[in-house]
């Protein structure tokens, strides 16, 4: 009867194992380790912060906070009302710095809310810290809460609707139900895929309080509570009629204020706008959310939930609101594998689905803990404080090398290097979050380059971007209500070149849209850094003057000590930083064909190409491809010639795609290379394939 009774006391039951009511609040030593686990977690988050600019969202997230613009759709209003109280903290470090400690603080402030709720809902301590510590330094949301942006919040505002669920479930108190319908319209005032956890609370608390309705005047105040956690968005006008640089729509207008906040300009519900990325398979997504949960939590982890999903089927008083809490990541992920139009299977398009997944691993977290608190009761009451302390030491501790951000300025400096390299008073078009976002956050914080006007192609699509480029680059003309090749009112890049080409140079950095090839026989692109510099067909370029010019716009980034995981913003600048240095190689094949007064270019082009693949820890195939081209190119007459030539062809095919069709005459050539031939006969000369690979 004593371990029966130890037992019960672990869960909050009596010594038949029946769940009791349990304490209606946290104590003041829950409370206490509450205070203690958010210090700890945003020390540690404080250590991995991002010094400066991260990629993707960050760098806009920054520029519209700090100057007072509109984020993109829905706008992330209390995200930005937050982020203003701390781009004016009184402290060190960057504009960046400053904002990405806000994501710090939400996420400590998150871990801390799942510990009281947890420990509340279980009457497990070790159960709690475990829930805590599984979340907090999961890779996710680790990841997230070490930079801009709006997940970390979105984090918080989850964990205070289920410690909110767990205070009504234990007291039946309505001033619960209006904190809990509060903070449901602040969630949407930050993201709406809290939506997704709304939705089954709430059902729960219906189904919860059905023997009580509450009375019209009590349900009058749960829609104003609700009504005044959506205030931020009034925000969204008055920043919108501002003069910011970095901005979005037209969200002081009627239309445009809807337009913005149901996201109409993506495509409502989805995560892209129609025509950049389409034909995600449902399968394909569904598998991607389980391979990264593996990925948090491990097998040990997914055994735990499992376990708590089955305690909290046997508690006849915890499983009501279980139900909810299963429901909630279920509806979450369904919502994104039917709606969500990002191929999970490329990069970057799995990360940025990726980013999603922390919403709906906070329940599977909370499960975890159930699983530990059943452990307790079926093992021994010392297992969950064991767990529990050993999963807030182990984990930091094993992830703090991977997760540690505090020396990455990679970011920084690929947008550094892009306006340095640019022509005095160029006009650059963009395209991709990495080049837009970073380039306009440095000229918005730091002032550089101001004489570049940066204009980002894909917001050209839009018709409200014209007047507002028209209000920060005066002189860049814009021929056409949006870029927009085929529709009616839309123009294409060789009318935006024409306008434009005699008054600055041009630019482009990234790419232009897809399938728009109205400049191509009028104009050329030559690699000139981290872009292309576009020049007019008529136009004879001095080729030796390029080659000086273009090498001295290289970009030059120091990465010693710099992490680069794969599938991350500083891969693709270390992808990068290698490609163009590449692509410059390719020009100069294609430029010298084969003229015969051009072979030095070929030369020119080997000597980059042979220090890049020795220079390039991880050479892409391709560039063994160009350079097998370029030595072929110059004439296979010496022994030492044909060797180096095999060599690059190997190295090519032991890495080269197998849909390429010129597999079997590269491997032909290769064996007619090594072939021994007659002591003193010169080797002929390569039919190799023609064309460098870009």
């Known amino acids: 009867m004593e371990r029966a009774a130890a037992v019960a006391t672990e869960l909050g039951g009596d010594e038949t194992g029946a769940v009791s009511s349990g304490p209606a609040i946290p104590s003041r030593v829950d409370a206490a380790i509450a205070v203690a686990i958010a210090a700890g977690v945003l020390t540690v988050y404080s250590l991995t912060l991002w010094p400066d600019v991260a990629g993707g969202d960050s760098g806009e997230l920054v520029g519209a906070v700090a100057s007072g613009g509109v984020i993109h759709p829905p706008g992330y209003p209390l995200y930005a009302l937050l982020g203003r109280l701390f781009v004016h903290l009184p402290v060190g470090g960057s504009l960046a710095w400053r904002v990405n400690l806000l994501s710090a603080v939400c996420d400590a402030s998150a871990a801390a809310l799942l510990y009281l709720a947890v420990a509340l809902w279980t009457a497990s301590r070790g159960a709690a810290a475990t829930t805590a510590a599984l979340f907090a330094f999961s890779p996710s949301v680790w990841r997230y809460a070490t930079c801009a942006e709006v997940f970390a919040l979105n984090n918080l505002a989850n964990a205070s609707l289920f410690a909110l669920a767990v205070l009504y479930d234990r007291k039946s108190e309505r001033r619960y139900l209006l904190l809990a319908a509060f903070v449901a319209g602040l969630g949407l005032s930050n993201h709406h895929t809290i939506l997704f956890t709304i939705v089954p609370l709430a059902a729960w608390a219906a189904w919860r309080g059905r023997s009580n309705p509450p009375t019209v005047g009590e349900a009058g105040l749960l829609v104003a509570a609700f009504g005044a956690g959506l205030l931020p968005y009034v925000y969204l006008p008055f920043a919108a009629a501002g003069s910011s640089p970095v901005t979005w729509g037209v969200a002081d207008t009627w239309s445009g204020f809807w337009t913005h906040v149901l996201r109409r300009e993506y495509g409502t519900f989805q995560l892209a706008a129609t025509g950049i990325a389409e034909g995600a398979a449902a399968g394909e997504t569904a598998a991607a959310w389980a391979r990264d949960l593996w990925s948090q939590v491990g097998p040990w982890g997914l055994l735990l939930a499992g ?18 809490t299963l429901a909630a990541p279920v509806l979450s992920v369904a919502v994104v594998v039917v709606l969500g139009n990002l191929p999970v299977t490329r990069s970057p398009y799995k990360e940025i689905v990726s980013r999603f997944w922390q ?11 159930a699983g530990v608190a059943e452990l307790g009761r079926r093992w021994h009451r010392a297992v969950p404080a064991a767990l529990g302390g050993a999963a807030l030491l182990l984990l930091p501790a094993l992830r703090f090398r991977d997760m540690d951000r505090r020396e990455s300025t990679l970011v920084r400096q690929y947008g550094a290097e892009i306006l340095r390299a640019a022509p005095p008073g160029a006009l650059m078009l963009t395209r991709g979050e990495l080049i837009t976002n970073t380039v306009r956050y440095l000229q918005l914080s730091e002032g550089r380059r101001p004489d570049v006007s940066v204009v980002d192609v894909e917001l050209l699509g839009f018709a409200w971007y014209r007047p507002h480029i028209a209000a920060h680059h005066p002189d860049v003309v814009i021929p056409g209500p949006r870029y927009m090749p085929g529709a009616s009112d839309g123009f294409v890049v060789k009318q935006l070149f024409d306008a434009n080409i005699a008054r600055a140079p041009i630019l482009v950095c990234g790419s232009l849209k897809p399938g728009d090839t109205s400049s191509d026989t009028t104009y050329g692109r030559w690699p000139f850094g981290l872009c292309e ?43 990068d930083y290698w490609e163009v240095r590449q692509s410059r190689a390719a020009q100069l094949l294609n430029v010298a064909g084969a003229d015969p007064s051009r072979r030095r270019y070929i030369e020119v082009a080997a000597d980059i190409l042979q220090g890049t693949v020795e220079d390039d820890p991880a050479p892409p195939a391709h560039f063994y491809k160009n350079l097998a081209l370029a030595l072929g190119r110059q004439g296979i007459d010496t022994p030492e010639m044909c060797a180096r030539t095999a060599t690059a062809w190997k190295k090519y095919l032991a890495a080269a795609p197998k849909t390429d069709p010129q597999l079997p005459a590269i491997a032909k050539e290769v064996a007619r290379l090594t072939a021994p031939r007659p002591e003193g006969r010169p080797s002929p000369g390569s039919p190799s394939p023609p064309g460098p690979d870009p």
Request: hydrophobic share 45%.
């Open 533 to 575: 510099i576009v020049r007019p067909g008529t136009q004879p370029v001095n080729v030796d003057e390029w080659i000086h010019d273009s090498e001295d716009a290289l970009p030059r980034i120091d990465f010693r000590g710099q992490p680069h995981p794969p599938g991350s913003w500083e891969d693709i600048v270390w992808g």
């Open 359 to 369: 919403q709906p691993d906070i329940f599977v977290f909370i499960l975890c803990g």
């Open 307 to 324: 376990l708590g999903v089955l305690a909290i089927a046997l508690s006849a008083r915890r499983r009501a609101l279980g139900v909810a």
